[in-house]
């Protein structure tokens, strides 16, 4: 089956060349196409896409809030936020990445790019490296916690091995590369990170990054 994907933009001539360079897919549809934010809505909820690609800054409602809505408690279908930005590091994006987008794309990426990001996103995977996560995070470290606050009680849940796994996913690294830094294998590596996402509600490596950050369990510029 064909990926269904909703266009949101305010722009419609950037919508019109998304539009035909998705179509060209055979495995791409797009289904319709939103203005702001609450056109978005209604769209979501009539056309039960599984891919939006929202737009931030836009008129009535900017992204960030369409994007919680969308993903959050009650939602009404399936549907992952893929975000575009025009700038590399739009303080915006933090945001979007909090309210549940499953990542970002600047809007000057590459067709193949932006085609290769809609069907991760689909797949349910994050679209973007953890290390650009990272890099968000730590240059709006301003927004987040000072790490004083009570741990969540959520990372409790976890074993020690998880918290390990956890703090190296925040820190950018790749299965791979922590199954070298544990000295385990790649195999366990995704075992334990499935188990991390599932207690903790997590939908992909980018919350969890987020959640890391958020939690006080890795400080914004520590290595």
Same mark, same amino acid.
């Given at each position: @089956?064909?990926?269904?994907?909703?266009?949101?933009?305010?722009?419609?001539?950037?919508?019109?060349?998304?539009? +035909?360079?998705?179509?060209?897919?055979?495995? /791409?549809? $797009?289904?319709?196409?939103?203005?702001?934010?609450?056109?978005?809505?209604?769209?979501?909820?009539?056309?039960?896409?599984?891919?939006?690609? +929202?737009? /931030?800054? +836009?008129?009535? +409602?900017?992204?960030?809030?369409?994007?919680?809505?969308?993903?959050?408690?009650?939602?009404? &279908?399936?549907?992952? $936020?893929?975000?575009?930005?025009?700038?590399?590091?739009?303080?915006?994006?933090?945001?979007?990445?909090?309210?549940?987008?499953?990542?970002?794309?600047?809007?000057?990426?590459?067709?193949?790019?932006?085609?290769?990001? /809609?069907? !991760? !996103?689909?797949?349910?995977?994050? @679209?973007?490296?953890?290390?650009?996560?990272?890099?968000?995070?730590?240059?709006?470290?301003? *927004?987040?916690?000072? &790490?004083?606050?009570?741990?969540?009680?959520?990372? *409790?849940?976890?074993?020690?091995?998880?918290?390990? !796994?956890?703090?190296?996913?925040?820190? &950018?690294?790749?299965?791979?590369? /922590?199954?070298?830094?544990?000295?385990?294998?790649?195999?366990?590596?995704?075992? *334990?990170?499935?188990? $991390?996402?599932?207690?903790?509600?997590?939908?992909?490596?980018?919350?969890?990054? $987020?959640?890391?950050?958020?939690?006080?369990?890795?400080?914004? &510029?520590?290595?």
């Amino acid at each position: @089956m064909a990926i269904r994907v909703l266009l949101v933009d305010d722009q419609p001539l950037l919508r019109t060349g998304f539009r +035909m360079i998705l179509e060209a897919e055979q495995d /791409i549809a $797009v289904v319709g196409e939103a203005g702001d934010g609450l056109q978005a809505l209604d769209q979501v909820r009539a056309l039960q896409p599984d891919v939006v690609l +929202m737009d /931030i800054r +836009m008129p009535r +409602m900017d992204g960030v809030e369409a994007t919680r809505q969308i993903t959050g408690p009650g939602r009404d &279908g399936p549907a992952k $936020v893929l975000v575009l930005t025009t700038f590399d590091l739009d303080e915006y994006v933090v945001e979007a990445l909090r309210a549940g987008a499953s990542g970002f794309l600047l809007k000057d990426a590459p067709a193949n790019e932006l085609v290769q990001a /809609i069907r !991760v !996103v689909a797949a349910g995977e994050a @679209m973007l490296a953890p290390s650009i996560t990272r890099r968000l995070l730590d240059k709006y470290s301003a *927004h987040l916690p000072s &790490g004083d606050e009570p741990v969540p009680d959520t990372l *409790h849940t976890l074993t020690e091995r998880e918290v390990e !796994v956890l703090k190296l996913v925040a820190r &950018g690294l790749s299965n791979a590369e /922590i199954a070298a830094d544990l000295f385990v294998s790649e195999t366990t590596v995704k075992t *334990h990170v499935g188990h $991390v996402l599932t207690k903790l509600g997590l939908r992909d490596r980018v919350q969890a990054a $987020v959640y890391a950050y958020e939690s006080g369990l890795v400080r914004p &510029g520590a290595q």
